[in-house]
């Protein structure tokens, strides 16, 4: 489906939504929208935008001799850690990919953007890069290497040169080498082209890292998608115990604060950060949305400042937890014993709850905000 078509389907039915809303209700989706498009970089930005510059040489290198082979990036982290929100970041903000009037006055943009399939084969990949090129494949019987020979003419049709291919670690989830081998020789036959260079950004949890590791115990897992990589950069979790790590989470607050033109209370301290971060189970990406998510309820609730009270809220709606297991609700002693994932556990059939074999019985507020419960309001 053509996607300039696609959002301007989209844009028409929110207009209307929009059209019709209070002027309350128009003025919070305009800060929601300004709060859900900040993005803050941290010094793996630096790394990634240092790296996506040389890729970028790389490829106008060839207009003057030839383009090195390493062309391959990795952008690998845990889930929720940022990776899609990182490398989505820096390609929107290059003004080198915007696009442009190829010598047929056809508008082209230099990239390709897909998710990994979820079906582990190098003919998977292929269809899947096919489909982002709005490629409709008749012939069902073509084998993998003639759908990536495919793959790659329609690439250079559509003058893509750079692309970006998400969820990475879908290809790898299998436990079958040979498939996992299938897809890295269609990826290196993509990186080799040589009078037409492509280059490419995978992201993806820690097991795309298979792509880049020889093994003595599997002769045909050879080195060569590894030469072919020209970066990685890894995204960790964060460290409880690091103030510097403490530190990029209090920026990343300021940095949410100004653009919700909200106020902090008093009570968001570094106690609330660290909360924060155990909250989303110490992965940056969940940080700041939970951040979003509690200044998203001060707005809702029509509260110029924001209080530890929406953090819990913000933490309830999301988990779907009890009182007694909200990470920001708790005595100081207990919330680090807390496992977050395990939050909604008590809504599963014939089961208590997950957190702790002994804890007391809670109901739930039958307010729908827990915000409004902590202030007195059942």
């Not at 630096?46 to 890729?55: A, G, K, L, S």
Request: glycine share 6%.
């Amino acid at each position: 489906m053509d996607s300039a078509f696609t959002k301007q389907q989209f844009r028409s039915s929110a207009k209307a939504i929009f059209d019709r809303m209070s002027p309350e209700l128009r003025s919070r989706a305009e800060t929601v929208g300004r709060l859900h498009s900040y993005y803050h970089e941290t010094a793996f930005d630096e790394r990634f935008e240092v790296y996506f510059e040389e890729m970028m040489t790389n490829v106008a290198a060839q207009l003057f001799g030839a383009s090195g082979k390493q062309r391959v990036m990795f952008v690998i982290g845990k889930s929720n850690s940022g990776k899609t929100s990182l490398v989505q970041h820096h390609l929107r903000k290059r003004e080198e990919l915007s696009p442009f009037q190829n010598d047929e006055g056809e508008e082209v943009s230099p990239l390709l953007r897909f998710d990994a399939p979820s079906k582990p084969s190098g003919k998977g990949l292929a269809l899947a890069g096919l489909a982002a090129l709005n490629y409709e494949v008749v012939a069902k019987s073509m084998n993998e290497y003639e759908l990536y020979d495919l793959l790659v003419k329609q690439m250079i049709e559509n003058g893509k040169v750079i692309a970006h291919i998400d969820e990475m670690q879908q290809i790898v989830r299998t436990n079958n080498d040979d498939k996992i081998q299938s897809v890295a020789d269609i990826i290196k036959l993509m990186a080799q082209v040589e009078d037409y260079p492509i280059h490419l950004i995978f992201s993806g949890l820690p097991s795309i890292a298979n792509f880049l590791s020889a093994r003595r115990d599997l002769p045909n897992r050879d080195q060569q998608l590894s030469n072919r990589a020209h970066g990685v950069v890894e995204l960790p979790i964060l460290n409880a115990k690091s103030d510097e790590d403490l530190k990029v989470v209090r920026e990343a607050l300021i940095g949410v604060t100004a653009t919700a033109n909200l106020r902090l209370g008093g009570d968001v301290n570094d106690d609330v950060l660290r909360r924060t971060m155990h909250a989303a189970s110490y992965a940056f990406g969940s940080v700041v949305e939970l951040m979003k998510k509690a200044f998203v309820n001060a707005l809702t609730y029509g509260d110029t400042a924001v209080t530890k009270d929406n953090f819990a809220a913000a933490y309830a709606q999301w988990r779907g937890c009890l009182p007694h297991e909200n990470v920001f609700l708790v005595d100081d002693d207990v919330w680090i014993d807390i496992r977050p994932e395990n939050s909604a556990s008590h809504l599963l059939p014939d089961t208590e709850s997950a957190q702790s074999e002994k804890q007391p019985e809670h109901k739930t507020p039958r307010s729908g905000s827990i915000k409004k419960a902590t202030k007195g309001e059942v």
